[in-house]
């Protein structure tokens, strides 16, 4: 039989609450050597609270410390005294394994182990003392149980028929059953106070357990599992709870643990300096449902908290963000150059028309384009009714005082009425054309040009109506009004 397994069956019982402290010693002898790394034909070693503080092995033959509070605060006398003690105990075993081989008749082929455990546990006081509560001395063969004490009783108990023999022999001994209740609630106590004394010093010195958590997809889709992982214990005593919504959650509703396991080894690797628990459960993506962790190391709450949404969905969250903000930027950049190039459409279509109208007609010589406006009409013509800071050099051109057409023959001659008579007739073409004001409303307005020509520039002050306050000025200086025989005739 395999001894790792055996070691395993055997200590599984040391594991105890947190407000119990136990110190226990646990020898193992093998009918044979094997040829094993880490494994010798004897072993023995000193337990508190799950952590090893002594060993001893057949090979190196010395008890030695396991812990550094241990080699610090117990002198070289006490590890001479163990090793004695430990090379006494390794003879014993040797010669019970022939012993129980021969009642199991077992041959020596095979191999067969017998373990011994023995020990106290102690409760914690008020006054910060330990109060005995438990002490156990059992016998294992091949991961079997073989023989274990009732302090209760004082006496032994043989669960097998082949363990009678010795029970019998052992409860005949009164001695030996009293100085077996003697150590268990008196001397192993003693050194379970002072073991706790020793370590809780260093306990307090050492650094605090790492606590990690994370969401992690799984190969299933639309589902995760959330680990939470206590890492670099110095003892065995720690929990990790799982809570959905304050309730908390057990093997039944899914979580599974990868039980106290070693994290780190000493130098020979035969020894755990530390240790780990992960917890863990799977859940759906959808799950709305709050889940915390909480874990407690050595009876205090070490870390607490509560998992984050799965990263997938984050991620997802901000890819869907990012595509809402990049089309709203497209949009926004397809906006603005439609804008662009629908204005850079309506000026080249304003330029084209406004060439067009100045080869109809030409600016007039104060510089304005034609069509723009003057912004008052008193500013528009002189004292002497003639345009504010224009001039007109055409109509000085068109008559000379005389009545003769500038560069006409001298011998020719303009009939004054004809003319007038042209003149009002090209007056009223330009009225009709480009003022919709009735024939009624164009005698009332006509008995004087003076007064005509302002009332036009108030109405319209675009280069049109100047042009007809210009030849209406020149007519009122040159020509007397013409007679409008048209009556109540609207113009449109």
Request: hydrophobic share 30%; aromatic share 10%; charged share 25%.
């Amino acid at each position: 039989m395999d001894s790792g397994v055996v070691f395993l069956i055997f200590t599984c019982f040391s594991v105890v609450g947190s407000e119990i402290h136990t110190l226990e010693y646990i020898y193992t002898a093998l009918s044979k050597p094997v040829e094993v790394p880490g494994v010798y034909e004897f072993t023995a070693m000193g337990i508190l609270d799950n952590e090893q503080i002594d060993y001893y092995n057949s090979k190196d033959k010395t008890k030695i410390p396991r812990q550094t509070w241990m080699s610090e605060r117990l002198d070289d006398n006490y590890w001479d005294k163990g090793t004695s003690s430990r090379k006494s105990k390794e003879q014993w075993f040797k010669v019970n394994v022939e012993i129980l081989m021969n009642r199991m008749n077992h041959n020596y082929s095979g191999l067969h182990v017998l373990q011994w455990r023995h020990g106290c546990q102690g409760e914690p006081q008020p006054d910060g003392t330990l109060a005995f509560r438990d002490g156990f001395d059992q016998y294992s063969y091949d991961g079997g149980d073989f023989l274990s004490f009732d302090p209760g009783h004082l006496q032994w108990v043989a669960p097998v028929s082949q363990a009678v023999p010795t029970k019998m022999k052992w409860d005949h001994s009164q001695t030996l059953n009293q100085y077996t209740e003697g150590y268990l609630k008196r001397e192993c106590m003693d050194w379970l106070s002072k073991f706790m004394g020793y370590g809780e010093k260093d306990l307090k010195n050492q650094s605090a357990p790492g606590v990690y958590s994370r969401a992690k997809t799984t190969k299933t889709p639309g589902k995760v599992i959330l680990h939470c992982l206590a890492t670099g214990l110095h003892t065995r005593d720690v929990e990790v709870d799982i809570y959905r919504n304050d309730d908390h959650m057990t093997e039944a509703d899914g979580v599974t643990s990868t039980g106290i396991r070693p994290s780190e080894f000493s130098a020979d690797g035969t020894i755990a300096k530390t240790y780990q628990l992960k917890k863990s459960i799977e859940i759906l993506k959808s799950d709305l449902d709050i889940y915390r962790y909480k874990v407690t190391y050595r009876g205090d709450v070490t870390a607490a908290g509560k998992w984050e949404p799965e990263s997938d969905q984050v991620t997802m969250i901000a890819i869907v963000v990012a595509l809402v903000l990049l089309i709203c930027c497209i949009v926004a950049i397809v906006a603005v150059f439609l804008v662009l190039r629908y204005k850079k459409k309506v000026t080249s279509s304003r330029s084209s028309t406004t060439t067009d109208k100045e080869l109809e007609t030409q600016p007039l010589e104060n510089g304005e384009p034609n069509g723009t406006c003057i912004p008052e009409a008193e500013n528009l013509m002189h004292p002497n009714g003639e345009p504010n800071g224009t001039s007109i050099p055409e109509a000085e051109k068109l008559m000379q005082p005389n009545g003769k057409s500038k560069g006409s023959s001298p011998s020719g001659s303009i009939d004054s009425g004809r003319f007038s008579s042209k003149l009002g007739t090209v007056l009223l073409v330009l009225k009709i054309q480009y003022f919709p004001f009735s024939i009624d409303q164009y005698q009332k307005y006509q008995t004087s040009w003076g007064t005509s020509s302002i009332l036009w520039g108030r109405t319209c002050k675009c280069v049109r109506c100047r042009f007809v306050m210009q030849i209406t000025s020149l007519a009122k200086t040159k020509y007397p009004p013409p007679i409008l025989k048209t009556q109540k005739t609207t113009i449109n």
